[in-house]
């Protein structure tokens, strides 16, 4: 993994379940993980493995949902047996709510009522 985030970012991170009572266009996204047209955005953790967030494979927005995905199983992919899923710096990454985050990636289309 490239820009794999530290401790103390990770520990910053609100624990599962703990943000499950706020509406998730307003549930704050604090990492964005990525590779190709792939993107993750990751809203909660376990504070061991776990994280809760957005995903978007190979682009397909229509398809894209909220769900569960593991810190080791994001180190592990590979493109091509050389790319590694990277994480947005945290200089370049502004905490923010989901539906600021989606007005910033996903198509216009895919934007539309939020």
Request: net charge negative; hydrophobic share 40%.
């Amino acid at each position: 993994m490239l820009n794999t985030p530290t401790a103390a970012r990770l520990a910053r991170l609100p624990r599962l379940y703990q943000t499950e009572n706020i509406p998730l266009d307003d549930t704050l996204i604090h990492l964005h993980f990525f590779i190709g047209s792939c993107d993750w955005f990751i809203a909660e953790y376990d504070g061991e493995d776990l994280f809760f967030g957005f995903a978007v494979l190979g682009g397909d927005w229509q398809n894209a949902e909220w769900g569960y995905v593991t810190f080791g199983e994001l180190r592990d992919i590979r493109a091509h047996g050389v790319l590694h899923v990277d994480c947005e710096l945290e200089k370049y990454w502004r905490v923010r709510p989901f539906s600021e985050v989606m007005k910033d990636y996903a198509p216009p289309e895919y934007c539309r009522g939020l």
